[in-house]
């Protein structure tokens, strides 16, 4: 160690170095700092820490696609296939300036072929400046191709994305799988790195292409989340057959039976948190399952929360073979499908008709169109697409396409954003109560997040290097679960078409019971299953979407779910931190750089008449009421912003249901 030695002559090694990382990570500075300081030559100083997390090797940038740390890392394993997953999160939409890069980050980057173009936002410009304050849309569909053919390149076979439920991921993935949409100028499913697979004729209930660029999935936590709050919703009544789900079923559970029979208490049935998944867990248990048995006229609502069970199962749960996974992923389609039929069919009059009659109708709210009758078809279209992508995945399977470990399908998901969104959260530190970010900020977190796992990764993977110069990190009691999963646990033979031609005829099978009970087909009425998928193929043909040019987010969406939108609270989590080096640009045409004031006061702003021209690309040149004047570009950011910009740092008001009165 360097306790007989003078401080300019400290020396720390590879695994000092690491070690301490890992403090300062995990315990923020103030911790950091009362180690370093209380025990003299152990830690090095911050500014070694901070220039380690932003080594080359660890360098992220706004917009920029690592291909080539996905690339050595996949040669490493000998792996050939990935899958990619998408999430959103709200941030601080702050512009702010780092004097290190000379940009500016906060703006939406210009997209060149669907991808964002990178240092787009460096410029010595004010009016230009001025023009970057603007929303510029993205192109989902176009990313996602360049994504596929980008890996392609570099040695890996992407399967597959996950997204949230968002209406406009769904739009783009309907686009790109050809699910009743069409791209008549783009046909991205002919290129040469696009799956095929031969599809049986006689599957009729199957309508996916068989050709398809990449797969998609739904993330399954989205859709359980949307289907609660669909039924938690005060603007709408759904009816299945004469019988309607309502959450009043399970309230009267509640106050006629034991908690131990269904274990449920009323923030389950009614949350707050509009993305609580354990609320879902614990409607759709069996428990509770069983347990509505016992409240009349609830036959609607266990068909309903029966629907939430089998996502769970046939894409959440770890422990589900696969055969049985496509057994519940199409089980809840059949059901769907003879619900759609009838919903389709019955007039909005026969509609409240049945409503009134059984005086389901909910306090100050009147069905004005009769979608509010059925699911959203957000939901619609992510419960068949998810149930579609896990017969192909099977069908590449056994057709020697795809190894049986993509059969782990419980994977594919977006969890794994949600994860890094809550652990760049989590970073601030204890005697700090901000939560959010702006972008430059995430960028900064995720860099030490990404530090920290490399360190993870080679302490607990390099045998070669000392067993006393590696040290040991506390991991969450989730993750040694989430490891034994990596094997596969979908079925204990080889997966075989007519396997699944067999578990799909007992979901057939299985559905019109359940509907029978709720009237609406008796049992000498129901359709055969190609009677079936013709009516639905001819039903879903009318949502077809046909677009003739690039998708944009501005362009028509499908439906989401009633007040779904997530409303920004007024409480301010940002903390000016522009405390960058004023500079200086010699500028000689300041004609389209001028500004009136009334004013010749500028305490508090960073505006001069000189400075050091050693920094000259931190500042912008102006004519402000004929005299020229340097303003650092934060400066001249703040001076653009027409407001101030915030974002609730408890995340219950992000997500939280909208009250009513």
Known sequence: MNHDRAKYRYDYSSSIREFASCVFILGGRNVYEFVRLNIPGFLPSLTVIQALIDASTNYFQEGEFRYNVMSHYISSKNLKFVYAAEDCTSVIPKITYNTRSNNFTGFVPP??????????????????LQHWFCTVTQDIVLRWVNIVNECTKNGATLVGFATDCDSRYLRSMSLLMGFFSNMPKQQFHQQENAFHVDIPQSWSWFYMRNKQLTLFFQDSVHICTKLRNRMLSSTTTMLIGDQAVTVDHLLQLIKSSLKMSHNLVKSDIIPKDRQNYQSCEKISSEAAFNALTSVPSSRATQIYLQIIRN?????????????????????????????????????KNELDSILNQRNYIKQNIRTSTKRQYFMTHSALFSIEINSHTLAYIALLVIQCQLPEECLNVSLFNSQSCEREFRLCRSMSGPFSSIVNFTIEQFIQRLKKLSYLHSIKY????????RSDANFLVPSH????????????TSSDMPLKIEMIE????????????VMCEVNIYHRNDIPSLDELSRITRLQLQKLQIVDYSIPSENETDLSSDSGDGIEDEEENTFEDESDDDDSIRDDEDLSNNVLNVSGMTYQGMR???????????????????????????????WLLSNDKPTLSSDRLKRVMTNKQS
Not at 111 to 127: C, D, H, R, V, W
Not at 318 to 333: F, H
Not at 477 to 488: A, E, L, P, R, Y
Request: aromatic share 14%; no cysteine.
């Open 111 to 128: 997209l060149k072929g669907g991808l964002p173009q990178i240092n787009t936002f460096s410029t010595e410009s004010f009016a230009e």
């Open 502 to 513: 067999a578990s799909i005829l007992q979901a057939y099978s299985d559905a019109p019971r």
């Open 311 to 347: 996502i769970r199962l046939a894409f959440i749960s770890t422990e589900t073979k696969y055969i049985d996974r496509i057994y519940y992923a199409w089980l809840n389609v059949f059901i769907v499908r003879f619900w759609y039929t009838w919903f389709t069919k019955t007039t």
């Open 477 to 488: 009691h989730k993750h040694s679960k989430i490891v034994h999963t990596g094997q596969n």
């Open 607 to 637: 505006v001069f008449d000189s400075i050091n021209p050693n920094l000259a690309k931190s500042s912008f040149v102006l004519n402000i009421n004929g005299t020229k004047k340097y303003l650092h570009k934060q400066t001249v950011v």
């Open 458 to 465: 080679r302490n607990n993977n390099d045998h070669t290097t």
